[in-house]
C-alpha cells in the first residue's frame, strides 16, 4: 500500500478546483490504517492466532448551490492507487443527487499539518500477547477448562479536506475475555487493555476460580423483583446505551426516553442524590480516544460537516442531574443548545465501597457478574431487555452463598439510575455485550433494591 499521506494527496487532487458548472464542492477524506493481532484459546490449549492489515479510505463532497449544502460520501477497502479517482467521482456523484442536508455548517478549516503527519504507522503482532500466553499457559494446568479470544488493534486515522484541514490520531484497542467451566457452571471475565502491557491475567484466573466454586451449591429461584448487586461490566453495557440514545435532536422531537412531556428535553431533572457523573472526555487517563470528529457519515450525534472539529469533555449527567445531550453544530444552532460532542469512551464517578464491601452489607439478594443480549423494547423509556449469563449468585447474610438460574430482565439505565440505592468504586471495566465496539469504560458497581428479573431463562 502506499502510504496514507499519498492517498489523502491524490484524492484531494482528483477533487480538482472545487467549482464545476456553478456548484461550488469541497472534499473530505479520511484514511484509517488498521494493524491487528489476535489469539484464541479452547479447552485449555491455544488454538488459533494471526495478525491483518488493512484499509479503508472515505471521501466526503460537499456540493452547495442553489438547491442548498448537500453531502455524499463514498467508503472502500481498495488499496489500488489508481482506484482513487473513480471513488472520488462517485461521491460527487452521491451528493449531486442528495436531498439538501440538515445538518449543514462551514467546514472546520486548516489549522496547519500536525507534526507527526508524516510520522510512520504503528502497528501490532502476535508478540504483544507473550505476557498473557504465559499466564494462560500456568492457567491450563489447572482443572478448570480455560476459552478466550484475546485482540489488539492499532487503528491510525488521517482526516484531511480542501479546506486546509490536517488531522491525525492513532488508537491502541485491546480486550481480552477469558471463560472458566467446571462441571455445569461456567464464569466470564474480561478486561480492556490498550497495550497489553498491564493485564491482571492471574487476578483474572483467580476471580474465575472462585465464582466456579460458589456454583458448588445451586438454588433455583422464580423471576422476581430482587435486591441485585451490578458489577461495573453490567453497569456499563446499560449505560453505554444510555450514552448512544442522548441524542439533542431526538430528544427535542419527542422521540426519546430524554423528551420532557409537553415538549423540550429533560435536562436539569434529577435522577438521583447519589452523586454520579456520567461522562465523555477523549483525554481521560489509559481511556484516550479521538479528541476530534472523524466521521464518513452524519447521525443524530455527529455530522461529516463536523470532521476535524475537537471533542472535549462532557458531562451528560452532573451530581445525579441530567445535564447535557449531543448535539452537532447544526443541531445545537437550531434548538439554541450548546454544542456537545461523543467521544469514544464513557466513565461514570462512584462511591467508596469495594464489592467485597457491598456484599458483606447485603442481608439476601442476587450478585450479577454479566450481561448479554441486550435489545431495546420502547426507546420513549428506553426500556431494555436481556438475559444474564456466566454466573448469577446468591448473596445471604453477607455471603455469596450458592448459584442461580439465569433470567431474562427488563430494565431502563434511567430508571436504574433514579432506583441505585448505593454506587461502589468507579473503576475500569469491559462491558460484556457491546466489548465489540466500546472498550473504553470507567464504572461504578450499583445496588438496585428492586431489579426486574421478568422470567427464567434456560440459557446457561
Same mark, same amino acid.
Given at each position: 500500500?502506499?502510504?496514507?499521506?499519498?492517498?489523502?494527496?491524490?484524492?484531494?487532487?482528483?477533487?480538482?478546483?472545487?467549482?464545476?458548472?456553478?456548484?461550488?464542492?469541497?472534499? +473530505?477524506?479520511?484514511?484509517?490504517?488498521?494493524?491487528?493481532?489476535?489469539?484464541?484459546?479452547?479447552?485449555?490449549?491455544?488454538?488459533?492466532?494471526?495478525?491483518?492489515?488493512?484499509?479503508?479510505?472515505?471521501?466526503?463532497?460537499?456540493?452547495?448551490?442553489?438547491?442548498?449544502?448537500?453531502?455524499?460520501?463514498?467508503?472502500?477497502?481498495?488499496?489500488?492507487?489508481?482506484?482513487?479517482?473513480? #471513488?472520488?467521482?462517485?461521491?460527487? =456523484?452521491?451528493?449531486?443527487?442528495?436531498?439538501?442536508?440538515?445538518?449543514?455548517?462551514?467546514?472546520?478549516?486548516?489549522?496547519?499539518?500536525?507534526?507527526?503527519?508524516?510520522?510512520?504507522?504503528?502497528? &501490532?503482532?502476535?508478540?504483544?500477547?507473550?505476557? /498473557?500466553?504465559?499466564?494462560?499457559?500456568?492457567?491450563?494446568?489447572?482443572?478448570?477448562?480455560?476459552?478466550?479470544?484475546?485482540?489488539?488493534?492499532?487503528?491510525?486515522?488521517?482526516?484531511?479536506?480542501?479546506?486546509?484541514?490536517?488531522?491525525?490520531?492513532?488508537?491502541?484497542?485491546?480486550?481480552?475475555?477469558?471463560?472458566?467451566?467446571?462441571?455445569?457452571?461456567?464464569?466470564?471475565?474480561? *478486561?480492556?487493555?490498550?497495550?497489553?502491557?498491564?493485564?491482571?491475567?492471574?487476578?483474572?484466573?483467580?476471580?474465575?476460580?472462585?465464582?466456579?466454586?460458589?456454583?458448588?451449591?445451586?438454588?433455583? #429461584?422464580?423471576?422476581?423483583?430482587?435486591? &441485585?448487586?451490578?458489577?461495573?461490566?453490567?453497569?456499563?453495557?446499560?449505560? +453505554?446505551? /444510555?450514552?448512544?440514545?442522548?441524542?439533542?435532536?431526538?430528544?427535542?422531537?419527542?422521540?426519546?426516553?430524554?423528551?420532557?412531556?409537553?415538549?423540550?428535553?429533560?435536562?436539569?431533572?434529577?435522577?438521583?442524590?447519589?452523586?454520579?457523573?456520567?461522562?465523555?472526555? %477523549?483525554?481521560?487517563?489509559?481511556?484516550?480516544?479521538?479528541?476530534? *470528529?472523524?466521521?464518513?457519515?452524519?447521525? =443524530?450525534?455527529?455530522?461529516?460537516?463536523?470532521?476535524?472539529?475537537?471533542?472535549?469533555?462532557?458531562?451528560?449527567?452532573?451530581?445525579?442531574?441530567?445535564?447535557?445531550?449531543?448535539?452537532?453544530?447544526?443541531?445545537?444552532?437550531?434548538?439554541?443548545?450548546? *454544542?456537545? /460532542? %461523543?467521544?469514544?469512551?464513557?466513565?461514570?464517578?462512584?462511591?467508596?465501597?469495594?464489592?467485597?464491601?457491598?456484599?458483606?452489607? &447485603?442481608?439476601?439478594?442476587?450478585?450479577?457478574?454479566?450481561?448479554?443480549?441486550?435489545?431495546?423494547?420502547?426507546?420513549?423509556?428506553?426500556?431494555?431487555?436481556?438475559?444474564?449469563?456466566?454466573?448469577?449468585?446468591?448473596?445471604?447474610?453477607?455471603?455469596?452463598?450458592?448459584?442461580?438460574?439465569?433470567?431474562?430482565?427488563?430494565?431502563?439505565?434511567?430508571?436504574?439510575?433514579?432506583?441505585?440505592?448505593?454506587?461502589?468504586?468507579? =473503576?475500569?471495566?469491559?462491558?460484556?455485550?457491546?466489548?465489540?465496539?466500546?472498550?473504553?469504560? *470507567?464504572?461504578?458497581? #450499583?445496588? +438496585?433494591?428492586?431489579?426486574?428479573?421478568?422470567?427464567?431463562?434456560?440459557?446457561?
Amino acid at each position: 500500500m502506499i502510504p496514507a499521506q499519498q492517498v489523502i494527496d491524490l484524492a484531494l487532487k482528483a477533487a480538482g478546483s472545487g467549482r464545476h458548472a456553478g456548484t461550488e464542492t469541497e472534499t +473530505i477524506v479520511l484514511v484509517t490504517d488498521r494493524a491487528e493481532a489476535s489469539l484464541r484459546w479452547a479447552g485449555n490449549s491455544m488454538t488459533t492466532n494471526g495478525v491483518s492489515n488493512s484499509r479503508t479510505t472515505t471521501v466526503v463532497t460537499i456540493a452547495r448551490d442553489d438547491e442548498g449544502p448537500r453531502a455524499g460520501s463514498l467508503c472502500s477497502a481498495e488499496v489500488d492507487p489508481a482506484l482513487i479517482p473513480e #471513488l472520488v467521482a462517485a461521491s460527487a =456523484e452521491a451528493a449531486a443527487g442528495a436531498p439538501e442536508a440538515r445538518d449543514a455548517a462551514e467546514l472546520v478549516g486548516g489549522t496547519g499539518v500536525p507534526d507527526d503527519w508524516d510520522a510512520e504507522v504503528p502497528g &501490532t503482532g502476535a508478540e504483544v500477547f507473550a505476557g /498473557l500466553a504465559a499466564s494462560l499457559s500456568r492457567g491450563f494446568r489447572g482443572t478448570d477448562q480455560l476459552y478466550g479470544f484475546a485482540r489488539h488493534e492499532m487503528a491510525t486515522t488521517f482526516l484531511a479536506s480542501s479546506t486546509g484541514l490536517r488531522r491525525r490520531f492513532t488508537q491502541p484497542t485491546g480486550t481480552v475475555e477469558i471463560n472458566a467451566k467446571r462441571a455445569r457452571a461456567s464464569a466470564w471475565a474480561g *478486561v480492556s487493555t490498550p497495550y497489553f502491557v498491564d493485564v491482571p491475567t492471574d487476578s483474572l484466573l483467580e476471580q474465575l476460580s472462585t465464582r466456579l466454586g460458589w456454583a458448588a451449591r445451586t438454588v433455583e #429461584l422464580p423471576a422476581g423483583r430482587y435486591e &441485585t448487586l451490578m458489577p461495573p461490566s453490567t453497569v456499563a453495557d446499560m449505560m +453505554i446505551y /444510555l450514552g448512544w440514545t442522548m441524542s439533542g435532536r431526538g430528544a427535542q422531537e419527542g422521540r426519546t426516553a430524554l423528551s420532557a412531556p409537553g415538549g423540550g428535553t429533560r435536562v436539569g431533572e434529577r435522577l438521583t442524590d447519589l452523586p454520579l457523573t456520567l461522562y465523555s472526555d %477523549p483525554h481521560a487517563f489509559e481511556l484516550e480516544c479521538a479528541p476530534f *470528529v472523524a466521521t464518513g457519515t452524519s447521525s =443524530e450525534t455527529a455530522s461529516v460537516f463536523d470532521n476535524g472539529l475537537d471533542i472535549g469533555c462532557v458531562d451528560w449527567i452532573r451530581g445525579g442531574v441530567i445535564n447535557a445531550l449531543a448535539y452537532p453544530r447544526a443541531a445545537a444552532a437550531e434548538f439554541g443548545a450548546p *454544542v456537545a /460532542l %461523543p467521544a469514544d469512551n464513557l466513565l461514570m464517578t462512584g462511591g467508596s465501597a469495594s464489592m467485597d464491601e457491598m456484599i458483606a452489607s &447485603t442481608e439476601r439478594g442476587l450478585l450479577l457478574t454479566t450481561l448479554w443480549y441486550i435489545r431495546e423494547v420502547d426507546p420513549t423509556t428506553l426500556l431494555l431487555t436481556g438475559l444474564t449469563r456466566d454466573g448469577v449468585y446468591l448473596v445471604e447474610d453477607g455471603q455469596v452463598s450458592a448459584a442461580v438460574n439465569n433470567f431474562r430482565f427488563n430494565e431502563s439505565p434511567l430508571d436504574l439510575l433514579r432506583r441505585a440505592s448505593q454506587a461502589g468504586i468507579a =473503576e475500569p471495566t469491559l462491558p460484556r455485550e457491546w466489548g465489540d465496539w466500546a472498550t473504553r469504560a *470507567v464504572m461504578p458497581s #450499583l445496588r +438496585i433494591p428492586d431489579f426486574n428479573m421478568s422470567s427464567v431463562s434456560q440459557a446457561q
